[in-house]
């Protein structure tokens, strides 16, 4: 007992112990994630190829798979001062409760206004939109929580910020919107009529709730179409992990600070920003040989993108004006059910987490909506938190594997993500003490219809 007392219950890094560099997962992986082509050639695509897309430097990111360390320019370094380092958490209150011999940790990154991880690579792709000179950036957002990181970061850089938010979501969380538009961003519910795609999409989905596939075409097309902006996006994407690696990287300081070395990783995982950025130097570890883990990534049961979709060449948005990844994939027109798995609705996994997972480095499962909420307000009771919908899918796998050890008797130690706080999610807690929450989960029919439409890829 002595010795637990020496691990505060929260553990906090110096700004000096900040990380100065990103870490790039993909210089370790001996199976690099399938480059991205061009929809209308099949090839992989070119920097030119993607900088009227993308910001130049940000290109550079997305292609670079051999660079372990990426330098966090000093201006960015600056306003991560402002909410980093996150607190490390030793979740005592929630190990009482469940009586489980295992240890829980928790990456707490809801300590900033905008609420979650996001910010981690908005102020980064901000800075380099600023940079190159652009008037402003176009994006989706699904829960509100990216959305409302750049709409920040932009607000804080002078740039424009315009936000095709998914409409299920848009017309839930009416106060995630409004931050945004108090930082200055126009806010549109996708799919929309101003644009061509949004169009398309509604006519042939009427009266859709819309999907992130859905919002990432509007936004492409208004990037595409607008001299002086480009498009950003808040997951998926290289580029995005990269960024997102400052989590792992402060959780493995934290941890090594205290000769802690956890047995069971865990993220929700819904386009891969989050649990990407936990497990980076984790996996790089494992992938080198140097340590093991086991790596859980969770998913909503709604959409199970790991757990029942096909590793293959596919659109990442459902106009279909984007270029092909290779990912676990439901197909780019696959919609899910207008539930509150917020930003977990996309209908396909990053390429780089699709690789590891396809090689056997890490595991996935997928969780029911009543279950999540089950857990999201047993540790608001037990450790104070309202934990945002997505963060509440590994809060259910860290109970779940607390419980198994509470059976086996075994010690083992646990991190996972909690990704943001639930504070603009109260719509689908209140659906959820009403006894209005449901589950849908679908059929093998509908995923199969969506990934018939695959694209043919010979690559």
């Not at 993220?267 to 080198?288: D, E, H, T, W």
């Not at 093991?292 to 757990?307: L, Q």
């Not at 909690?418 to 807690?429: E, H, P, R």
Request: proline fraction near 6%; glycine fraction near 8%; charged fraction near 20%.
């Amino acid at each position: 007992m002595a010795e637990e007392q020496k691990i505060p219950y929260k553990i906090y890094l110096t700004e000096d112990e900040m990380p100065k560099a990103w870490y790039n997962l993909r210089a370790d992986m001996k199976v690099k994630p399938a480059p991205l082509l061009n929809p209308g050639t099949g090839q992989p695509l070119t920097a030119e190829e993607l900088t009227p897309i993308f910001c130049e430097e940000l290109v550079k990111q997305e292609l670079d798979n051999d660079t372990p360390f990426i330098e966090i320019p000093q201006e960015i370094r600056d306003f991560y001062k402002m909410f980093r380092p996150s607190p490390l958490v030793r979740a005592y209150c929630l190990e009482e409760k469940l009586q489980t011999p295992a240890k829980i940790y928790y990456k707490f990154e809801g300590n900033n206004t905008s609420g979650s991880h996001k910010l981690n690579s908005a102020i980064a792709q901000a800075y380099y939109a600023k940079k190159q000179g652009l008037k402003g950036v176009t994006t989706e957002t699904g829960a509100g929580q990216w959305g409302t990181a750049l709409s920040m970061a932009c607000a804080y850089l002078g740039l424009d910020c315009k936000v095709y938010m998914v409409k299920v979501s848009y017309e839930q969380k009416p106060f995630r919107r409004e931050v945004m538009r108090t930082y200055g961003a126009s806010v549109v519910p996708s799919p929309s009529e101003t644009t061509e795609v949004g169009r398309k999409i509604l006519a042939e989905f009427p009266g859709t709730t819309g999907s992130l596939g859905c919002a990432i075409s509007e936004a492409v097309e208004v990037a595409t179409k607008n001299p002086g902006y480009r498009y950003v996006l808040g997951s998926v994407l290289n580029q995005v992990l990269l960024h997102q690696s400052v989590i792992g990287l402060e959780t493995k300081i934290a941890l090594d600070k205290y000769g802690i070395k956890p047995d069971i990783i865990i993220g929700c995982a819904g386009g891969g920003s989050n649990l990407g950025g936990l497990i980076a130097p984790f996996m790089g570890q494992k992938l080198r040989g140097e340590a093991d883990y086991r790596i859980i990534a969770v998913e909503p049961a709604s959409c199970p993108s790991f757990t029942r979709g096909t590793f293959a060449y596919d659109f990442c948005d459902t106009g279909m004006i984007c270029p092909l990844a290779k990912m676990y994939t439901l197909g780019s027109s696959f919609i899910p059910s207008a539930n509150h798995a917020g930003g977990l609705r996309f209908h396909g996994m990053s390429s780089t987490l699709s690789q590891l997972y396809h090689d056997g480095y890490m595991e996935a499962t997928s969780v029911e909506q009543t279950d999540v909420f089950e857990a999201a307000e047993f540790f608001a009771r037990t450790e104070g938190i309202l934990p945002a919908p997505e963060s509440s899918h590994a809060i259910r796998a860290a109970i779940n594997e607390a419980n198994k050890c509470k059976e086996t008797g075994e010690e083992k130690t646990i991190v996972f993500g909690l990704t943001g706080t639930g504070y603009f999610d109260l719509v689908a807690y209140q659906k959820y003490n009403d006894g209005e929450m449901s589950d849908y989960i679908p059929t093998d029919e509908e995923i199969a219809a969506s990934v018939a439409k695959l694209p043919k890829v010979n690559a």
